[in-house]
């Protein structure tokens, strides 16, 4: 499958538990995107990176969120202390390097839930 | 004011009928623009990209963008039961950035 992996399919925590969410780009892509999308609602932007690059964190909560993508490996995000609000899904895309008429393409997502 | 506004819906068109879904953009600088579809509990996907003024064909499917305006929209010729979804609204604002607007949730009705 040459498409853009995330993992887990489904995640849940119970409130004060970490959770990490993985990406996988699709092959050859070196830039990925995460969102979070509440049910009935539209992309919330969070994150843009590049290999080991933030680019634009204007989307991530100040506190609790991070993310990163190592040389090596997947893009993680990383929810410290979750807490109901936290409930969402969480999709990952990813693009082409090269030029700014690249679409992005998506992963499945991760379903959070949060007891 | 939000980098892309659509019109939350719900828009409902008989089968057969023409859906016509709406966006606006607020950076003036934004170069390329793309729809996506997504269906109740499953990702984006893409479906039309377009980058010039004027309209984009891919068979049912017709984009038209005027950036005078601000202005980027959706046909959806023939619409079909299996057409009815969120369709997104994509904005690149800066080299390889994207913002999403909300998306309008189309019904089509047999």
């Known amino acids: 499958n040459a498409g853009v992996m995330q993992n887990p399919r489904h995640l849940v925590r119970r409130r004060g538990q970490e959770a990490r969410l993985r990406c996988s780009p699709m092959k050859g892509h070196s830039h990925v995107y995460w969102y979070r999308q509440l049910p009935e609602e539209g992309l919330k932007f969070m994150v843009y990176?590049?290999?080991?690059?933030?680019?634009?964190e204007s989307g991530m909560p100040k506190e609790r969120f991070s993310a990163e993508f190592p040389k090596e490996g997947p893009s993680i995000l990383r929810i410290q202390q979750v807490v109901r609000g936290d409930s969402a899904a969480y999709f990952c895309?990813?693009?082409?390097?090269?030029?700014?008429?690249?679409?992005?393409?998506f992963g499945d997502g991760t379903r959070l839930s949060i007891l | 004011q939000k980098e892309v506004e659509q019109n939350s819906g719900p828009l409902s068109v008989p089968e057969g009928a023409i859906a016509s879904l709406n966006c606006t953009y607020s950076d003036r600088g934004s170069q390329s623009f793309f729809w996506y579809r997504q269906y109740s509990g499953k990702s984006p996907e893409l479906i039309m990209s377009?980058?010039?003024?004027g309209d984009k064909e891919d068979g049912r499917f017709t984009a038209q963008l005027n950036k005078a305006s601000q202005y980027v929209s959706l046909l959806i010729r023939d619409s079909q039961p299996s057409d009815s979804a969120t369709y997104l609204c994509a904005v690149n604002v800066r080299n390889n950035d994207m913002r999403f607007g909300a998306g309008t949730r189309l019904t089509v009705k047999p």
């Open positions: 990176l590049q290999k080991e690059n933030i680019i634009d």
């Open positions: 377009i980058y010039s003024n």
């Open positions: 895309a990813s693009s082409l390097q090269t030029g700014g008429n690249q679409p992005q393409h």
